[in-house]
């Protein structure tokens, strides 16, 4: 069985500019999760999807940060635009639902703004 | 919200030897606490975890205590190898039944061979 896809693995982009994530959650999971984290930090949640309903995004800067799950499947997350402070990984995970489950981590695209 | 500190920052054994892992939490609501390893360039990997309703659950050579009174628990890894070395994070759900996770900072673990 696949883990979480993400992709890119890597990303160096200059500041001002857009860049954006993509994550294929493990097949049946309905819950997907996007993690920030920071150098020598744990993971810090940033949004979570419930199907296709984004059902905690009180962490997601949004004046610069965008999520979405179309199809409850697939998600990406979007910056536009990118300052140097978002160089980070940004994790994603999914989960089953009915209750509090293990979340399986994708490995996660480090991004460089520079 | 959910505060989670962990200690030690980082840790070096001599293989074979036993490693422990503390954590605390604040959230007395808490009822799920994971246990996470991540190698360099991957994602977390849960590796245990346990629920408010049990004092201890073993896998092999990991055990993971908790102690709801004094909100704390703990992690020990036995009988150390030199691929246990990674980084370890604890985390604690954000309230009963609650998805979110917050995680401690984080343990480097060093098993010298």
């Known amino acids: 069985e696949a883990g979480v896809v993400q992709s890119p693995r890597y990303k160096i982009i200059e500041k001002k500019q857009p860049v954006a994530f993509w994550c294929n959650p493990i097949?049946?999971?309905?819950?997907l999760y996007w993690y920030l984290q920071n150098l020598g930090q744990g993971p810090e949640l940033l949004i979570r999807y419930e199907n296709e309903e984004a059902v905690d995004d009180s962490q997601l800067p949004k004046d610069r940060f965008s999520a979405e799950r179309l199809k409850g499947v697939d998600s990406t997350l979007k910056i536009q635009p990118a300052e140097l402070g978002d160089s980070a990984v940004y994790l994603c995970?999914?989960?089953?639902?009915?209750?509090?489950?293990?979340?399986?981590f994708g490995q996660g695209t480090r991004l460089t703004v520079v | 919200g959910e505060n989670v500190e962990q200690h030690p920052s980082t840790l070096s054994v001599q293989e074979g030897d036993s490693a422990v892992i503390k954590c605390t939490y604040s959230d007395s609501a808490s009822n799920y606490f994971p246990w996470y390893k991540q190698e360099l360039g991957k994602g977390p990997q849960l590796i245990i975890d346990?629920?408010?309703?049990?004092g201890e659950k073993k896998d092999q050579r990991i055990a993971v205590t908790l102690n709801k009174t004094a909100k704390h628990f703990s992690l020990h890894i036995t009988e150390t190898q030199p691929e246990d070395s990674a980084v370890y994070f604890c985390?604690?759900?954000?309230?009963?039944?609650?998805?979110?996770?917050?995680f401690g900072k984080g343990t480097k673990l060093s098993v010298i061979p």
């Open positions: 346990i629920r408010s309703n049990v």
């Open positions: 995970a999914s989960s089953q639902n009915g209750g509090v489950t293990e979340a399986f």
């Open positions: 097949s049946g999971h309905n819950t």
């Open positions: 985390a604690a759900n954000s309230g009963a039944g609650s998805y979110q996770l917050t």
